[in-house]
T-cell receptor
Framework: EAGVAQSPRYKIIEKRQSVAFWCNPI?????LYWYQQILGQGPKLLIQ????????DSQLPKDRFSAERLKGVDSTLKIQPAKLEDSAVYLC?????????????FGPGTRLTVT | AQSVTQLDSHVSVSEGTPVLLRCNYS??????LFWYVQHPNKGLQLLLK??????LVKGINGFEAEFKKSETSFHLTKPSAHMSDAAEYFC???????????????FGQGTILTVHP
């Protein structure tokens, strides 16, 4: 079974530029998550989708971050404009369903450096 | 609100000796608790989970954890460390109540485990 795929793996941009990350979840997984992991901290949930609808985006900085889930499968996370404090690893995860009884499977992450 | 506190940011052990990674949680509702492991340049992997069944939970690679409600703890243990156990470990709590926070994972700060030969 293929895992969660993310691209690119690494990205370096200057502040005020824009960047986009892509995630392809495990086939058949209805729920998709984006997390931000700042160096030295645990991952923090940014947004959660159930199929193509947003369930929770309470911690997404909506003035600069946006996310969509195309046709309930792939998802993109965009930052525009980027700030220095956005430097982090962005993790995508997926699960069969919604709730703690469903295991979340994580991708390898995209490491973003903002200079 | 839910939160987890991992009591040690770094733990160092010798190969073949026991491992203890400590975690305390806070949750207004009956929690689900997890331990995840993150090896360098690899994705997070679930080690084990507690979801209100047996309080002693066995996971992969010889790890286990015990849910102690009276102490609000969920410490991770392994009888004998292996070099391949060197990684960062995260204790995670999740709500079991309803609403939009249902199933939301809240991660601890992480504990880096170093294993010496």
């Amino acid at each position: 079974e293929a895992g969660v795929a993310q691209s690119p793996r690494y990205k370096i941009i200057e502040k005020r530029q824009s960047v986009a990350f892509w995630c392809n979840p495990i086939s058949g997984h209805a729920t998709l998550y984006w997390y931000q992991q700042i160096l030295g901290q645990g991952p923090k949930l940014l947004i959660q989708f159930q199929n193509n609808g947003v369930v929770d985006d309470s911690q997404l900085p909506k003035d600069r971050f946006s996310a969509e889930r195309l046709k309930g499968v792939d998802s993109t996370l965009k930052i525009q404009p980027a700030k220095l404090e956005d430097s982090a690893v962005y993790l995508c995860a997926s699960s069969l369903g919604f709730g703690s009884s469903y295991e979340q499977y994580f991708g390898p992450g995209t490491r973003l450096t903002v200079t | 609100a839910q939160s987890v506190t991992q009591l040690d940011s770094h733990v160092s052990v010798s190969e073949g000796t026991p491992v203890l990674l400590r975690c305390n949680y806070s949750s207004s509702y009956s929690p689900s608790l997890f331990w995840y492991v993150q090896h360098p340049n690899k994705g997070l992997q679930l080690l084990l989970k507690y979801t209100s069944a047996a309080t002693l939970v066995k996971g992969i690679n010889g790890f286990e954890a015990e849910f102690k409600k009276s102490e609000t703890s969920f410490h991770l243990t392994k009888p004998s460390a292996h070099m391949s156990d060197a990684a960062e470990y995260f204790c995670v709590v999740s709500y079991n109540a309803g609403g939009t926070s249902y199933g939301k994972l809240t991660f601890g700060q992480g504990t880096i485990l170093t294993v010496h030969p």
